[in-house]
């Protein structure tokens, strides 16, 4: 059996939700443990579902048994003893693996960022992630035409939005704010995605698309309006705010991946969320640029897809 440990945002889950299709069509016997990855982000929940997605858990038992953290008295006195028998395998660097898709018995702790973890199933990964899946969600939720007013801005509906992108040459420019400007994150973050960056990617599809619109996505709903780059041109995606239980998961972050993934054409921040939109985009001649470092310090080469262009500076 394999248990592979379900963390992170949307991005990172997708990834661990592909490596996971990838071990089951290779035979093995694979739950997702969605609990311990959660248990100290508390910022974070499992987010598949809106895609229609389920999967197999494993058992208290199940855990127990790779982990090696069994409760009972004389398995304490074993450990104290003899040390944890734990089966595991923590995902260390950002390279590709090979390895992980031969392994039994382990438990599985990483992001596996890496399409070559999930290649041979690629049909079956579009699938799951079929972005129709989020419309029908939207409008379960009551968000699919939900529009207000904020202040001086107006806010959209999705499907406003999703009209005006599908019949436009539309590009997408991702910046992701947030968490990556906390201290502990910049020294792995910090510096990659400047102005520089996007004022040089901006260009160079304007150079290709002289008719394209450039469509702006950022968690951080002020910051948009202070960069002047940012207002040259480009429409803010600004869709009303909705949020799920303790502020989790919010309904505004499956709607503005659903516009993403429908651009034409891709401007990344350093990111698994833009990642995937772009991915799962079936324009076939799309152009999707992205920063030639993804992150400070670590050899992220098998990050890169073979339709992702670097923006050289």
Known sequence: MIILQLAGGLGNQMFQYALYLQLKSLGREVRIDDVSGFLEDRQRDPALAPFGIGYERPSREELRRLLDDSPLPWDRVRR????????SYFEEGKLFVPQVLTWDEIYLEGYWQSEKYFQAVEAQVREAYDTDSLIAYLKRE????????????????????????????????????GDYLTPENQALFGGICTDAYYIEAIRQ??????????????????????????????????LPEKTESAGKNRVTDYAEF?????????????????????????????SVLVPDTWLNGTDCRDFYREDMQKVIL
């Not at 202040?151 to 997408?172: A, K, N, P």
């Not at 008719?211 to 940012?230: H, I, K, M, T």
């Not at 990111?271 to 995937?276: G, L, R, Y």
């Open 142 to 177: 009551d968000f699919w035409d939900s529009a207000d007013m904020a202040g001086q801005d107006s806010v959209g509906s999705v499907r406003q939005y999703l009209e005006e992108i599908e019949s436009t040459c539309s590009v997408s420019v991702h910046v992701r704010r």
């Open 258 to 286: 659903l516009l993403m993934s429908r651009c034409r054409h891709h401007i990344l921040a350093n990111s698994s969320f833009s990642w995937w939109a772009s991915y799962l985009n079936s324009n076939p001649d799309k």
């Open 80 to 87: 104290k003893l003899f040390g944890r028998k734990k089966k």
């Open 205 to 238: 599809m304007r150079e290709r698309y002289p008719q394209c619109r450039f469509y702006l996505f950022c968690n951080d709903r002020e910051w948009g309006r202070q960069e002047q780059w940012a207002e040259d041109g480009l429409t803010r995606i600004r």
